[in-house]
């Protein structure tokens, strides 16, 4: 067992703890408290990723040994899949919190922040370590619940307003999920993923088996805000602060969405085509009519918003073609490379994503509007935050050399080589949407008109600020090398192994 395996939950627990004690009697000092927090988290996250060379580790809560082969104890497993996630969550915390410095300075009651982002880390982290399902939902309550708060952080009309939309459709969900863990547990009477698949390989009844795996799909898709449960998160994510946008587009509904719904349905239950299809088809529609619902934006943030719908989408439809070949038992290799496809468009999105709500902040912060119509001409003030506006922009849409360009090509060719025309089709007009999407972005922001039609003075942002976009932007086009075969092999493919494997996820955990 790997004892750095817990820090990464407990570490970000303590954080929020010691914010809210020490914020009370030392005034400017949560901010720090946060930023090691998540500078020590992210440490581990990285030497996990290396060190462990993709290989999982599973740490066992109180040393709760199996029994006969069946997980009695809590169980943390590290692998592939999770070390990538756990790196993403990190890293965009990390930066985040950065680039609050000088954001959230506006803001009272800082410490407050400061606390609901490292319990906000502390739930994800947990979600994606989890090898049970009940922790994976007691995890999922911890993030929301922050999230809910911080998305109200401004306690302004909108941003009420969106939270309250975001609290019911995000209950609904968790009732959901709750339910069907409920059902799982009266039918195999265990709760450890690994053993579940185990019960449920000896023989199920088949009505029982899909309403749980419909039940989980809606519940963990309202979390990832894939069509048609995507209601909640164009208010959410455009009247949260900018940071806690990065947060919610780049990281959290990968982390309690995405990544539950493929772990679940690749390492837990069978792989059957009907669902497969139901997969594929959610992440066609996902892709195409988020596209179509940015374009037409002239808020910043809500344009965004739209745009983690379909790229999101990219990574469901990916997975789902993956798991269609899995499930006809035909073109392992082309699965596999659709898989990856799309475990690697998640890592992207994360980056550019993440940039881009820094970028739409950074411009609200100097600007003091998010409407399109009222920009223009920020590109000479703001250098720093266009040009990595720019950077991004491109990574979205899909031009080389940025990062994601590469991960689209992979989804397109394994379409093409799975004999999926019309998705490979969609998957590039949709590319080209997103395109025109973000040269309108750009064009009307910085490039279109005089900076003084704002009616103020605009500068560049703080040093602090600048660092974090500065650094994504990097980020974007280091994330390229993905794209080589042995850096690709080294960090990508023990996530697709774990997960077309499910041997291989089970055995350390049952023993068997």
């Avoid at 493929?262 to 069978?270: A, G, T, Y």
């Avoid at 949709?430 to 009616?455: C, D, H």
Wanted: aromatic content about 12%; hydrophobic content about 55%; proline content about 4%.
């Amino acid at each position: 067992m790997n004892p750095l395996i817990p820090l990464l939950v407990a570490i970000p627990l303590a954080g929020a703890f010691l914010t809210m004690i020490i914020g009370r009697f030392i005034t400017g000092i949560p901010r720090y408290i946060a930023l090691a927090t998540l500078l020590l988290t992210a440490f581990i996250s990285f030497w996990l990723l290396v060190a462990g060379g993709g290989d999982q580790s599973v740490y066992i809560m109180g040393g709760w040994e199996p029994v006969n082969g069946i997980p009695i104890g809590i169980h943390l497993v590290h692998d592939g899949f999770s070390a990538l996630v756990l790196c993403i969550i990190s890293l965009i915390g990390l930066l985040s919190v950065l680039y609050s410095i000088s954001y959230i300075a506006r803001y009272t009651s800082g410490n407050y922040f400061y606390a609901l982002f490292c319990l906000m880390i502390a739930g994800m982290n947990g979600v994606v370590l989890s090898g049970d399902i009940f922790n994976i939902f007691v995890f999922l309550e911890i993030s929301a619940i922050s999230s809910y708060a911080l998305v109200a952080f401004g306690v302004e009309k909108n941003e009420l307003e969106a939270t309250l939309k975001y609290q019911v459709l995000g209950a609904v969900a968790s009732f959901m999920v709750l339910f069907a863990i409920g059902f799982i547990y009266w039918s195999t009477k265990t709760l450890n993923i690994a053993d579940i698949r185990a019960v449920f390989s000896e023989g199920h009844d088949r009505s029982y088996y899909l309403l749980i795996q419909i039940l989980l799909l809606t519940g963990f898709g309202l979390k990832a805000a894939i069509i048609p449960f995507h209601a909640w998160l164009p208010d959410a994510h455009s009247s949260a602060p900018s940071p806690i946008s990065a947060m919610l587009s780049g990281v959290l509904i990968k982390a309690v969405g995405i990544y539950v719904i493929i772990r679940l349905f690749f390492n837990m239950f069978e792989i059957t085509g009907a669902m497969a299809v139901m997969i594929t088809t959610l992440g066609a529609l996902s892709m195409a009519v988020g596209v179509f619902l940015a374009i037409g934006q002239w808020d910043i943030k809500r344009l965004l918003a739209y745009h983690s719908i379909s790229q999101m989408g990219y990574v469901v439809m990916s997975a789902g073609i993956g798991m269609t070949l899995l499930a006809r038992g035909v073109r392992p290799e082309v699965a596999a490379l659709a898989i990856t496809g799309g475990i690697f468009h998640l890592v992207n999105h994360a980056a550019f994503k993440g940039l881009l709500f820094l970028n739409a902040g950074a411009i609200e912060y100097s600007a003091g509007t998010r409407d399109l119509h009222e920009m223009g001409g920020l590109a000479r003030p703001m250098p720093v935050t266009s040009a990595t506006s720019l950077a991004a922009s491109f990574s979205i849409s899909g031009i080389p050399p940025f990062n994601g360009f590469f991960s689209k090509l992979i989804i397109i060719v394994a379409a093409v080589m799975a004999r999926f025309y019309l998705l490979a089709a969609l998957a590039a007009v949709v590319s080209i949407i997103t395109l025109a999407s973000f040269m309108k972005f750009q064009r009307y922001a910085f490039y279109n008109g005089e900076p003084g039609r704002i009616g103020k003075e605009i500068k560049e942002v703080p040093l602090p600020m600048l660092m974090s976009m500065v650094t994504l932007a990097v980020i974007c086009l280091l994330l390229s090398l993905l794209a080589l075969p042995a850096i690709r092999d080294a960090v990508l493919t023990p996530a697709t192994d774990i997960l077309i494997d499910q041997m291989k996820y089970s055995s350390q955990i049952t023993g068997m």
